[in-house]
């Protein structure tokens, strides 16, 4: 539905994570979603024509940087958005990738060293160890696909080098 009505989007959190590694419980879908040439009107109409429940007001509110969420009315899923103003993190965007969403789709993805570099800044303002074991997970299987440079700068730019690089060291896989 994103591309359909030309938004810019990546998918990130528990779903990247996913792509990536392998498969854990999330409870919900993360998008990063940009603000630029983006019809909060046309977004909210065809979410309501697919039975979503989403508030107007929290997305306009939302399209300046920040969170707005929207849940399927039958299946009570929930969809985390979040409209960044963060260089980084549109920057994320601007990287993003297709892959395989399931069998028939494709949908916009962070990169995997974005999501380290996202899980990294995560870990620092929450301490929570999900977000450790989420990069593990992708060092683990993205290993050398990994911008080692650029997660190093992030990583020392958030004060958690010597966590990132204690995790990089314990999860590779022997070449």
Known sequence: ???????????????AVIAYGEPRFTQDMDILLSPKQFSVSLF????Q?????????????AMN??????IHLRYHIKTDFYVPAEPELLSMLAVRVKL???????????TPTSIIVAKLRAYENSESTRH?????LIVRLQGKKL???RIDIAAAQLGVLGV???LWKENQRPS
């Open 100 to 110: 395989p969403f399931d069998e028939i789709r494709r949908a916009a993805y962070i």
């Open 49 to 61: 024509e697919t039975h979503y429940r989403v508030d107007e007001i929290a997305v306009n509110r």
């Open 147 to 149: 911008d080692q440079v």
């Open 65 to 70: 940087g920040g969170f707005f969420k929207v």
């Open 132 to 136: 450790l074991d989420d990069i593990a």
């Open 164 to 166: 990132w690089r204690s």
């Open 44 to 47: 909210v109409r065809r979410l």
């Open 1 to 15: 539905m994103l591309e359909a009505i030309g938004a810019t989007y990546a998918i990130w959190g528990g779903l």
